[in-house]
């Protein structure tokens, strides 16, 4: 089990890499981070070669760096560190197409791609990347917008939800990912109708914590229900 990180360009790649590794550890699995290339008749896969990294690869290994981690280290270095982390550059003839064929092959349990605002034309390429993958992944998959967020710390997450299959994931991992240390609202909109709304939504969102396999009242988790 383990979290795959697709990034798109090194401008966000620090903060994309904090946010990565925020969601693995949560999850306790480890994280493949991902550079895709659309210039390959056939898949390939490689680890970054240490003599030619690119930039991107720069920053992220000095991103981990900072937060005590690193990538493609021995295995008694993830035991030390808490999380095994790997690098690594895909390519086929598209970048979908590479992202799609790792995931098939190695079979993530979480999928995190950005949406950033760029230049037009950079943005236009991710866009496709982010959406597509959204759409075609065989995976659990988050699409991470990051807004004026460094990813430093994960100080609160919002989640509005019902109970169905991808509100109770949605609770489960963002529960895993604030235990320890953010905040977690678990907000249900139910409409204003009759006396009994309120605990109608508090009931429904009582569920959606059972069915996500967490059956304790947190001091982080706030439950929240908005009568519209």
Partial sequence: MFVVLVLNRERHAAAMTRWAVQFARGLDVGLDILAAKG????FTITVPANGAKSSLWTEVEATLSDIGLKANGAADEATRSGISVRTRDVSHETRLRAVLHYIQEEKPSLLIVGKQKSARSEQAEAGRLARSLFD????????????????????????????????REAVRIAHAVTRSGGRMTAAIVEPLVGEDARQLGAFVLARAFKNAKIDREDEHVTRKVILS
């Fill in 39 to 42: 210039d390959a008749d056939a």
């Fill in 136 to 167: 075609e992944a065989p995976c659990k998959t988050l699409l991470l917008r990051l807004g004026n967020h460094d990813g430093k710390r994960c100080r609160s997450i919002l989640v509005p939800t019902r109970d169905g299959k991808h509100g």
